[in-house]
Structure formats: C-alpha cells, structure tokens
C-alpha cells in the first residue's frame, strides 16, 4: 500500500504498524497527493491511505485522478480525516474514495479498515462512521442526483439501495429482506452496474443524494 500524509511522524507510525502485519506492506511513502498519485502509478499499490489536507495537492483532488484512472481501477482509497473538524469527507467519498477512518483509530482498526477496503467493500458501516455521513450530507452535492436515477432501478433495487444507504452489510441486507447472501450480493453488483458506482461508498452516497435515505430526522423517501 501507498501512505499519503504531509506529517512525517505519521507516515512512520502507520507504515511501522502495517509492517507488523504479514499480510500487508507498505511500498511508498507520499508527502502530498502528486507524490501518491505517481507512487501510486508506480507501484500498483492496491490500497493507499490518503490525508484529507496536505500541501500542493490535496487528498480529495488526488483521489479523484485516482478514481478517473482506468489503469487504476483496482486501486481503493481509504481516506483519513479529524473527524469532528474536517466536512470534506463527502467530497472524497463522492471522488471515489472506498470509506475513510480517524487519525487516532486504535491499531487493530486500522488494519481491519485497510483490510476491508483491500478486500473491495466500503468502510461505511453503521455507528461513528454513518453519522459522519448523515451529518456531511446535510449540504447536498449542488449538481443533486442524475435525472432518472432511481427510475432506473426497480422497487426491490430500491428497497436495497435503501439498506446499504443505512450501513447495511450484505449479510444484514439478506437477514432483513429474507433471501440468501448470494441473492443480497447479485443485488448489489446489479446497483454499482446501473448506477456505475465505483463501489458501495458511491451507492451510499447515491441513497443520500437521491433522497432514498435522508440525514436523521428528516424522514425518507418511500
């Protein structure tokens, strides 16, 4: 995996935790998001762990050209933020990052996150994680959802969409609509086709943007 952090002292400490697993390396080091996108080019890193603000570049614009690269495509991005502080987390999830983390998660989180995101799900899972994005998404992306977004998708296409807008996991999807994971897993795959998201991040930010699922207290759509 590639780091990407303008702290030194950060990069370090994340790169020796990740060392300590053996199931994980890092390959590079980047000061900024020019840095990550060519290391990233490089290597062929499958995973890098991008800070939100850095000099030059910033996270958000570098995972952007990482997302729109087709030779990248393999390539997720886990995103680190303040968490109370930092409101640019949508904007890197609608850029094409796969979730994102906090800079003081315990160790043993952090690895399972890059492991998740390695893996191809989103780390966007109920608690911390999906309230951070209730509360981001409050302000709506201007440009809002494509026109025809959800007539493209039938009322059980919906109702999932739905789910994973809540945080679902597809084992929980398959426990609450009575089907099999497999079934739960084929839905999925149909959404990211139809709605030609990158991944789960970008079907949760669609449930949100096309009103699907709504920040609390402001109801949903039925």
């Given at each position: 995996m590639v780091l990407a952090d303008d702290q030194e002292l950060v990069r370090s400490a994340f790169a020796m935790l990740v060392r300590s697993a053996p199931d994980m390396d890092v390959v590079g080091e980047a000061a900024d998001g020019d840095q990550a996108v060519e290391l990233v080019r490089s290597t062929r890193a499958d995973v890098v762990v991008m800070d939100i603000r850095m000099p030059?570049?910033?996270g958000i614009t570098a995972t952007?050209?990482?997302?729109?690269?087709?030779?990248?495509?393999?390539?997720?991005?886990l995103i680190l933020t303040t968490f109370e502080s930092d409101h640019n987390v949508v904007a890197a999830l609608r850029a094409g990052a796969s979730g994102f983390l906090v800079k003081d998660t315990k160790p043993a989180h952090l690895l399972?996150?890059?492991?998740?995101v390695a893996a191809g799900e989103a780390l966007l899972s109920p608690g911390a994680t999906q309230a951070l994005i209730e509360r981001v998404l409050r302000q709506p992306d201007p440009a809002g959802p494509a026109p025809g977004v959800l007539a493209a998708l039938t009322r059980r296409e919906r109702e999932v969409l739905t789910l994973?807008?809540?945080g679902l996991s597809n084992g929980e999807l398959a426990e609450q609509l009575v089907i099999s994971p497999l079934t739960a897993k084929t839905y999925v795959s149909r959404l990211l086709t139809k709605l030609d998201a990158r991944d789960r991040a970008q079907l949760v930010i669609a449930a949100y943007e096309s009103g699907l699922v709504?920040?609390?207290g402001q109801g949903e759509s039925s």
């Open positions: 030059g570049t910033d952007g050209r990482i997302a729109a690269d087709e030779d990248l495509s393999g390539v997720r991005v399972a996150a890059i492991r998740t994973i807008g809540r709504r920040a609390s």
